[in-house]
């Protein structure tokens, strides 16, 4: 369990590096009141809770008597490796779709000046493949936590990520209403094929 839970908190690092050097490389906002702190806030708060799954994972995985942290499923090699492939799998799309996006990338939903409609990469099967990404990522915290607490976690971040989803959806069929309807027909929102 050690080796598949560095290699696991890894991914969510290389996630979170990743992310902080890419932020500096964006298109202006429209929306001047998203600058600054905010914005800082909302593009490192789904990190942020990744990490802390991770530590917590470790530290009420030793031995703690709460139902919330109580095993599931027994661990063994592979729930590790399941739990890694999971994790680096969700971090390959995430980090695809956003070099993908490039300079129109923002934390929170919001246009950017001279903002693009991108449908390539993993933007032409699904909409928002980075939380594709990061829920495949969320799902493997959950499945080597192998608790309550982490289903709860992954529960969590789906709702966190459903409403910017449904935010994000709203400014682009505003923004590009000759194109986004076409483009929505076409794709899936998280899973190809799927949904």
């Given amino acids: ?56 994972a470790g530290k009420w995985g030793q031995g703690s008597a709460s139902w919330f942290d109580r095993p599931l499923w027994p661990f063994s090699p592979a729930v590790g490796a399941a739990a890694v492939i999971l994790s680096y799998a969700g971090l390959a799309i995430a980090l695809w779709a956003r070099t993908a996006l490039g300079r129109n990338w923002s934390a929170l939903p919001e246009l950017k000046l001279g903002h693009e409609l991108v449908t390539t990469g993993p933007y032409a099967v699904v909409r928002h493949p980075i939380y594709t990404g990061m829920l495949l990522m969320f799902t493997a915290v959950a499945v080597l936590w192998e608790a309550p607490a982490g289903l709860f976690l992954l529960m969590v971040a789906g709702i966190v990520l459903r409403v910017k989803l449904a935010r994000e959806e709203t400014l682009m069929a505003g923004e590009f209403p000759d194109q986004w309807p076409a483009y929505r027909a076409r794709t899936r929102r998280l899973l190809p094929l799927v949904w």
Avoid: N
């Fill in 1 to 56: 369990m050690r080796v598949a839970s560095i290699l696991l908190g890894l991914s969510w690092v290389i996630f979170g590096l990743y992310w902080l050097a890419g932020a500096r490389r964006v298109k202006p906002s429209r929306s001047p009141a998203l600058l600054g702190k905010k914005r800082l806030f909302g593009a490192h708060l789904i990190v942020g809770l990744g990490l802390i799954a991770f530590w917590l």
